[in-house]
Nanobody, 129 residues
């Protein structure tokens, strides 16, 4: 059973940067597509970015395109989300999640939450002056 743990959240001023990490254990990360999601108070959880198992394909929400970058290091069982030019509306609890599969369509399933095999516990990101 794949287990995921996020870290790297915190309080940052508008325009600042944070890098989130998602560390996997219990299974081989390299057969899973991984995604980052967020949920702000009173709002539904939404997909932020997803990456295929091999790292060759990525997708981003329009709201973060050009500001956030997802990457992975399968040797370290870790997926990252580099967040730059942060805005107050980026404030949320950020979760990583996984779906098993090597095909590109797996990230579509994951980022739309059609199929999710494992969720992390979340890390808080707050953007405020």
């Amino acid at each position: 059973q794949l287990q995921l743990m996020e870290s790297g959240g915190g309080l940052v001023q508008p325009g600042g940067s944070l890098r989130l990490s998602c560390v996997a254990s219990g299974s081989t990360l390299g057969v899973y597509a991984i995604g980052w999601f967020r949920q702000a108070p009173g709002k539904e959880r939404e997909g932020v970015s997803c990456i295929t198992a091999g790292g060759g394909d990525t997708v981003y929400a329009d709201s973060v395109e050009g500001r956030f970058t997802i990457s992975r290091d399968n040797a370290k069982n870790t997926v990252y989300l580099q967040m730059n030019s942060l805005k107050p509306e980026d404030t949320a609890v950020y979760y990583c999640a996984a779906t098993m599969g090597l095909a590109r369509f797996t990230i579509q399933r994951l980022c739309t939450m059609t199929r999710v095999d494992s969720w992390g516990q979340g890390t808080q990101v707050s953007v405020s002056s």
